[in-house]
């Protein structure tokens, strides 16, 4: 690859990963502060109908940045040569890659929460549910960020 498409590829990673962590940061303190009956910075209340939107226009966003992600991952593996899970970096990507696998699982499982919400008529413990669900997935990307950065920087 040349220089400008193996900073392409990891600028794509690295915005993927800011959409995909920013956002399960804010949908987490979106749902959190603003539940039943609490206002929001406006001094309005939110709808639980709206933080189900919220959270199923988050899901379209992960999934495709998880999309470009995998992709530019992929690329980035191309970039360096084939790793072998001897030696440290090997062993510390074998972790980080059984680690995004997991996380990848965990999200198909809160995907399907948020619309199986969305369809219903959620309550406020439903909200809850979201809210602690998108504080999983920003606590885990923070693992996975921190992963990342030992294989970068060593």
């Known amino acids: 690859m040349s220089a400008a498409t193996t900073l392409l590829v990891r600028l794509v990673h690295l915005v993927g990963m800011a959409l995909v962590l920013g956002g399960a940061a804010f949908a987490w303190a979106t749902l959190r502060t603003a539940g039943p009956g609490r206002a929001d910075a ?19 966003v992960f999934w495709a940045a998880m999309g470009a992600m995998v992709v530019t991952g992929v690329g980035n593996l191309g970039a360096l040569g084939p790793p072998g899970p001897s030696g440290r970096w090997g062993s510390i990507l074998t972790v980080k890659l059984l680690a995004v696998t997991a996380f990848v699982l965990g999200s198909f499982v809160r995907t399907l929460v948020v619309f199986r919400l969305r ?13 602690k669900g998108y504080g999983a997935t920003a606590a885990a990307l923070l693992v996975l960020v921190a992963l990342a950065e030992v294989l970068a920087h060593g």
């Open 42 to 60: 406006g001094g309005s209340t939110v709808p639980v109908g709206e933080s189900t939107s919220l959270a199923a226009t988050y899901e379209w």
């Open 119 to 131: 369809r219903g008529d959620p309550t406020g413990s439903g909200r809850s549910l979201l809210a």
